[in-house]
């Protein structure tokens, strides 16, 4: 799982009931708008993630209309088991790194 897609995960797992739109993922997650679309794309895909547009007129707002999305329950509980996965690769890789080097004592 990509270091972004973590971010997306894990701002979004911060209040699992939320609804957020775009932008407030972008900011809680430090990423462009570029790189979560994707992502929150391929979550609503699979099934983690549902998302509604917002219901007003975005001449009145002076702004695009808003889309929301929310972790289904399936997809924070997934969401949760593959973080837990991720954290254990990186843990088991820095392990490997921090191995002595051959020949030290």
Same mark, same amino acid.
């Given at each position: 799982m990509t270091i972004p897609t973590? =971010?997306? +995960?894990?701002a979004l797992l911060e209040d699992p009931l @939320?609804?957020?739109y775009g932008l407030e993922i972008c900011q809680a #997650?430090?990423?462009?708008?570029?790189?979560?679309h994707p992502i929150l794309a391929r979550f609503e895909g699979i099934g983690w993630l549902e998302s509604r547009f917002e219901d007003v007129d975005p001449r009145?707002?002076?702004r695009p209309r808003r889309r929301y999305y929310w972790l289904t329950p399936n997809g924070a509980e997934q969401a949760r088991t593959a =973080? #837990? @996965?991720?954290?254990v690769k990186v843990t088991l890789l +820095?392990? =490997?790194?921090?191995?002595? #080097?051959?020949?030290?004592?």
């Open positions: 973590q =971010l997306v +995960l894990r @939320r609804e957020m #997650a430090g990423l462009a708008p570029g790189t979560i009145e707002v002076g =973080l #837990a @996965r991720s954290q +820095l392990g =490997l790194h921090r191995s002595p #080097a051959r020949g030290a004592t």
